[in-house]
């Protein structure tokens, strides 16, 4: 080998002085920064260090040009072609119909089953526009799962701006299009995997140019908060934290409102960076981009539904927000009227404020502890008390009731355990009402996971349900070590029945480590050594 590198360097490959274009190195000399002198076959240095010489052809500026034309020239047959499906929507309340029709109004064509749009997506070449009628249909399939990214927008007016093209001022801004695109790609399978990169690849795109030019603002946010959920849901958890601490509501500001629904809309958004950023904060143990304390000086109300803000206006929304939820407990906190984001936004609030009291328990002053302490436990105890159930009803055409479950309250019931265990473990040992308090939460989330059993997808997307499903288990297996250690054939009733809830958050926690297999060194270890607990 040295004599073969001394037989190049001594002169069999003539010295070429040249200057290469942009992109024309090879990809070695490019990886490895070592200077390239654009030979083929294989370039001096490749032939030096031994490795694979290979060149990327680069796309030329002509090239480029004519495939920005080609786009401009599809938007422009977009603008002519289009027809829009226009919703002249009042916004006076008093000429709403009660309760008011919040169904999402599509297009004329029947829509396409879940299969079919899948078919149609994988058929669909990049380099031309998508269909009118395609974008519709994935459009419609994240709609359906919205909550699950934290998105709440009023339906009919976001039906009037899909139909828009993008250029349209009024339509929606690139980066929400192709923010949305992306997740529901991402829901279609390994085969669709490069469809996700593509659209992950224009979402980030067209952040810089809203931001640039202050264009749509709210689709920015919307964008940032579907493209974090995506990181989420893959894993990408380190992506998602940097992407969520720089999307703070705080650097928009929005004015020109028309309407109710478009105030409603903003306070949406606020609560769900709130959301994203606070969760991923508290999961990474890591500083966030929006203020933490006892007290943070957040005033936005709390989400409500939008048949709530039609049928009584803004006049009648409560504005008890975060403040009242957090220093006056339960007199101002009501959440029968909440939406699922408004709901969503509260639990994690709580578990922000449990984690926090836990986190200054050690350097406050007792009397200041212990009045934070009872504020929290009011708060939760009122949300908890009037959580809708997991199991909702639905009534078919045939007129049966079915009870189907809603995954984004399996996630808000499993957050607002997790806080009641937080909040009440600190003086369980020596409280026997905290004790209490934090063993029925460990059952409560233990049943919710027997409610999913069957159903990963109810798990999917949710890395933060380790850590928390983990504060369940470790508090049963406190309870069974306590059974086990009394001896008494008593509890023989106790025992079993806490052995079989453990072995309900096992099974979740097996399934979450199969989705995420990042999980593996958390809580693997922690199932192996509960399995003794289980056998007996």
């Known amino acids: 080998m040295p004599h073969a590198r001394a037989s190049i360097i001594g002169g069999n490959y003539p010295f070429i002085p040249t200057t290469l274009g942009r992109g024309e190195a ?17 370039c001096v240095q490749c032939e030096i260090h031994g490795r694979r010489c290979a060149y990327i052809t680069p796309v030329s500026r002509v090239k480029k040009l004519e495939e920005r034309v080609k786009e401009l020239e599809s938007q422009l047959q977009d603008a002519v072609d289009y027809s829009p499906l226009v919703l002249h929507l009042p916004i006076m309340k008093a000429s709403l119909p009660d309760p008011v029709d919040l169904t999402l109004h599509t297009h004329p064509a029947p829509p396409m089953t879940r299969d079919a749009a899948i078919q149609s997506l994988l058929a669909w070449d990049p380099n031309h526009s998508m269909s009118h009628s395609l974008r519709l249909n994935l459009f419609d399939t994240f709609l359906n799962h919205q909550a699950q990214y934290s998105v709440d927008v009023y339906l009919p007016r976001f039906r009037e701006r899909v139909n828009l093209p993008s250029t349209h001022p009024d339509g929606l801004h690139p980066s929400l299009v192709n923010a949305i695109l992306l997740a529901t790609s991402s829901s279609f399978g390994p085969d669709a995997k490069p469809y996700e990169d593509l659209f992950l690849r224009r979402a980030r795109e067209q952040f810089q140019h809203s931001l640039a030019h202050a264009d749509r603002l709210e689709d920015f946010f919307w964008a940032c908060i579907i493209t974090t959920w995506y990181y989420i849901r893959n894993g990408r958890i380190h992506e998602a934290y940097h992407l969520a601490t720089n999307i703070g509501p705080q650097h928009a500001s929005f004015l020109h409102l028309r309407d109710m629904f478009e105030v409603a809309e903003r306070i949406n958004i606020w609560w769900s960076v709130y959301l994203v950023e606070r969760r991923l904060s508290l999961y990474m143990a890591l500083p966030g981009g929006l203020p933490h304390g006892a007290h943070p000086n957040f005033t936005t109300p709390w989400p409500r539904s939008f048949s709530d803000v039609a049928r009584y206006g803004l006049d009648n929304w409560p504005n008890d927000g975060l403040n009242g939820l957090l220093s006056r407990g339960a007199t101002l906190t009501t959440v029968a009227s909440d939406s699922l984001l408004g709901l969503r936004a509260k639990s994690i609030a709580l578990l922000a404020r449990a984690a926090w009291s836990v986190y200054t328990s050690r350097s406050s002053v007792p009397e200041e502890f212990w009045v934070t302490h009872v504020r929290t436990d009011n708060a939760i105890s009122r949300v908890q008390e009037t959580l809708p159930s997991v199991k909702e009803e639905h009534h078919p055409m045939t007129g049966d009731t079915v009870h189907q479950i809603n995954p984004t309250l399996v996630h808000i019931h499993i957050t607002t355990y997790t806080s009641v265990i937080i909040t009440h473990q600190v003086t369980s040992d020596v409280d026997p009402s905290a004790y209490e308090k934090c063993l029925k939460a460990a059952r409560a989330m233990a049943a919710v996971t027997r409610d999913i059993h069957g159903d990963l997808s109810m798990l999917y997307a949710q890395t933060f349900l380790g850590p928390m499903l983990c504060s369940g288990a470790q508090f049963l297996e406190q309870e069974i070590k306590r059974l086990h250690a009394s ?27 199969g989705l995420y297999p990042g999980l593996v060194l958390h809580i693997v270890p922690y199932l192996h050594r509960i399995r003794s607990l289980l056998d007996d």
């Open 26 to 42: 090879c990809f070695g000399c490019r990886k490895h920064k070592t200077k390239c002198d654009g030979r083929k076959p294989s």
């Open 487 to 513: 001896g008494s054939p008593d509890h023989v009733p106790e025992l079993r029945n806490a052995q079989q809830d453990l072995a309900s958050i096992a099974y979740a926690l097996w399934s979450l480590v």
